[in-house]
């Protein structure tokens, strides 16, 4: 009971929501499509009245041009030039009574003019439908001030029928008339005479009755008066009373529209101005008027949507009751077998619910299955390389293996990449870092390459190793590809870990039981470092392994280093150590026998430390050979040799032979200062002192910055500057006094230290005396 009250209340959220679901699409198809209709509409019937506006101008200029037109070919005629400067007299009568008649031939239908007047103010006459008049004085200048002052030779003028100062035969029919002026003589500054044509602006206003519906047109001059209008009543007003309209006036623009209000109706007002004679055209039509088709449409939209709501409802109804027997019967099926065996409660939820609680607890144990069975995965497969790598797959094993991990098993041969750290001085790394390091890089080489172009990576003996699928059968490209990959490699490590790797690269190989001896190459590629240095890439196919070897170190360069190890000169020893692992490595030799050539000198710097008496705490604990073998390169070497064995021994030959060396020099400084007039020399003090002469030469140059000889000179020197200036001996005597052979020697000596020669120095020193 309990089960089916959920369920009708989950029945009726479903009602409710389909409900939705099929109104807000159908109301918000209908709004858009009524907006829509509505803006297309407007923009239709603002489109129509452009378009009537432009109608209307069109109508009304066609007449204002076709009597303009008649009118200027009129004026031009020979016979009207003639009549103009003819006098009023009997003489002329006869064809003044012709002109009259060329003058009612104007005045058709079409044009709708009620009266040509032509006006000669020379001549003081006026003809128009009714005759030929004499000018008084009065009518003479009311036609001057009105019609001859202003600047225009032809222009359109409004006139009220009772203030037309011409005499004329228009009819009393239209209170407004619209007067055509054109001054004469019509090519000449010196204006005589005019023309004028009138129009009754009942005229115009019948022109625009064509169009007009439930719109307003109003025709304005240039002064914003109201030439026609659909309400006759508003001609001769001007438009200054509106400022709303009276501001389209103002727009430089030659048509627009825009929506104004005017005593509180909303209007759409179109307008168009008149190239021809300034004239503003201008429609007025109410905005409700507008909107009363887009009415007509809403309403329709309405009924289609009610329509279309109903039909919708009535499937809903209909289709929920099929759609949600299935739901209710896995609510059943749920309830039967996973809720007696879980704590869900269905007091507390809903069917969906239940459903959405056991299928959340089947997909988490399906993922967490997922997890496990992907980690055995990968660490099978890594365990899988790695046997490969020590030879402990059989070749029966391996094809069931590649089937069950996935791996591609086409290719037409493989490689394998060996690839160590070279070192982490001068990085941001410790050493014991060095192997989290190396599963970083070898996921960093996961990711990069493709599962298409390699086996899993793994991390063995501090050695990242990748095995390589490759399809490329010439070797030219199979070079070229490694080498391109690998520099790739190292660049990429470069860039995200700051830190040089040497890769070694084996020799080709097509069955993968053959790993274990391509991880041996690899390996064996990796030890040529110490001859090519960091950032190496080795094939091992480009080693040379036979060559002569006599297992004898450069005994030079060797000897030059115990040598400054026993006087203590570290300059010295850092460039012989450098000369002697040069000479070494130029030598093409492998790596087993550089191993000896190196074990060999640390064994006998092990037996100078012993002749020397040197005591070095722990060194006879430690591992060195094993610590040599991992040493990756010459700087390395060098670096352990320095830091372990060599500056070791050189610090305790300083403490004990500091006291030591101060004492020798003191002796030597005493023997030159009693004996400098004797052939006294190094080795003569060496045989007295009982040392090596190289020994006591680097003692006192260390001791006393300056070489023995050099000394000895000076000290000389300094005698022979002394008797020059305080006695009378010749040069000649002082240098056989002090050993030269002759005196151009010393005289050489003299000028090398002092600059001048020593009769020179003589002789400006007892001058200053």
Not at 207 to 234: G, R, Y
Not at 491 to 509: A, H, N, Q, T
Request: glycine letters at 2%.
């Amino acid at each position: 009971m309990f089960m089916k009250k959920n369920s009708i209340k989950h029945y009726y959220k479903l009602i409710t929501f389909l409900i939705v679901l099929s109104t807000v699409p159908v109301i918000l198809v209908g709004v858009f499509s009524y907006l829509r209709s509505s803006e297309i509409i407007e923009a239709n019937v603002a489109e129509e009245k452009q378009q009537s506006v432009y109608q209307i101008q069109t109508n009304v200029e066609q007449v204002l041009k076709s009597v303009d037109n008649s009118l200027t070919h009129f004026v031009r005629s020979p016979t009207t030039q003639d009549i103009l400067r003819d006098p009023l007299n009997a003489d002329n009568f006869i064809r003044y009574n012709n002109f009259k008649q060329e003058l009612g031939h104007l005045q058709t239908l079409e044009t709708g003019i009620q009266d040509v007047i032509m006006v000669s103010l020379e001549h003081e006459w006026l003809i128009n439908n009714n005759g030929l008049l004499r000018l008084n004085e009065q009518s003479y200048n009311k036609i001057h001030e009105k019609y001859m002052t202003s600047t225009n030779s032809s222009y359109w003028i409004l006139e009220e029928y009772d203030d037309i100062v011409l005499t004329n035969d228009a009819r009393d029919n239209c209170n407004y008339y619209i007067n055509l002026i054109k001054k004469l003589p019509f090519l000449t500054s010196d204006k005589t005479g005019l023309v004028g044509a009138l129009i009754p602006t009942c005229t115009l206003n019948n022109i625009m009755a064509e169009q007009i519906v439930t719109e307003t047109f109003i025709i304005l001059d240039e002064s914003n008066q109201i030439i026609a209008d659909s309400n006759p009543n508003n001609v001769g007003n001007y438009l200054t009373e509106n400022e709303d309209l009276g501001n389209l006036i103002d727009l430089d623009s030659s048509k627009g529209q825009f929506n104004s209000t005017i005593e509180d109706i909303d209007y759409k007002i179109t307008f168009r101005k008149s190239s021809y004679n300034n004239w503003t055209y201008v429609s007025m039509v109410k905005i409700s008027d507008l909107n009363k088709q887009s009415s007509s449409i809403g309403w329709f939209t309405l009924l289609v949507c009610t329509i279309l709501l109903v039909i919708s409802l009535i499937i809903a109804f209909i289709g929920i009751s099929i759609f949600y027997k299935p739901i209710r019967h896995l609510q059943e099926f749920f309830t039967k077998t996973f809720t007696s065996s879980t704590k869900f409660s269905t007091k507390t939820k809903n069917e969906f619910d239940l459903i959405k609680f056991n299928i959340e607890q089947m997909l988490d144990k399906n993922v967490e299955l997922e997890s496990r069975l992907q980690n055995q995965i990968t660490q099978l497969r890594q365990f899988f390389i790695i046997r490969l790598l020590q030879g402990k797959m059989e070749r029966e094993e391996i094809p069931a293996k590649l089937k069950s991990f996935k791996y591609n098993q086409t290719w037409s041969r493989l490689s394998l990449f060996t690839l160590q750290i070279d070192s982490l001085d001068d990085s941001n790394y410790q050493s014991k870092e060095e192997d989290v390091i190396l599963f970083a890089i070898n996921a960093m080489i996961e990711d990069t390459l493709e599962e298409e172009l390699r086996f899993t990576p793994v991390v063995i003996n501090r050695t990242q190793v990748t095995i390589l699928t490759l399809d490329i059968e010439s070797e030219e490209e199979y070079h070229f590809y490694l080498n391109e990959l690998a520099q790739m490699i190292q660049s990429k490590i470069r860039k995200e870990f700051d830190l040089p790797v040497s890769i070694g690269i084996s020799l080709p190989y097509t069955e993968l039981v053959s790993t274990k001896d391509a991880y041996k190459q690899g390996m064996e590629s990796l030890k040529y470092r110490l001859k090519l240095g960091k950032e190496s890439i080795i094939f091992y196919e480009n080693l040379d392994r036979n060559y002569h070897f006599n297992g004898q170190l450069p005994s030079t360069n060797k000897n030059l280093i115990f040598d400054s190890i026993k006087v203590a000169d570290r300059e010295k020893v850092d460039k012989g150590l450098q000369e002697l692992f040069n000479t070494l490595f130029d030598k093409e030799f492998n790596h087993n026998q550089y191993q000896i050539f190196i074990i060999k000198f640390l064994y006998d710097l092990i037996e100078l430390k012993q002749l020397l008496g040197v005591d070095l705490k722990n060194l006879d604990e430690r591992p060195l050979v094993h610590e040599l073998e991992n040493l990756r390169t010459s700087d390395d070497l060098q670096k352990w040799f320095k830091d372990n064995l060599i500056y070791p021994i050189i610090e305790k030959v300083e403490e004990r032979t500091e006291s030591k060396y101060k004492t020798i020099s003191d002796k030597i400084i005493h023997i030159i200062q009693k004996e400098y007039d004797t052939a006294i020399s190094l080795d003569s003090i060496a045989a007295r002192l009982h040392y090596n002469p190289n020994y006591l030469s680097s003692i006192f140059q260390k001791e006393m910055k300056t070489t023995f000889s050099e000394y000895l000179l000076k000290y000389r020197i300094n005698i022979a500057k002394k008797w020059l200036v305080d006695t009378d001996l010749s040069v000649k005597d002082i240098a056989i006094k002090l050993q030269y052979n002759n005196s151009q020697n010393f005289i050489r000596s003299f000028r090398k230290i002092e600059g001048i020669t020593p009769g020179k120095f003589r002789s400006e020193n007892k001058k200053t005396g």
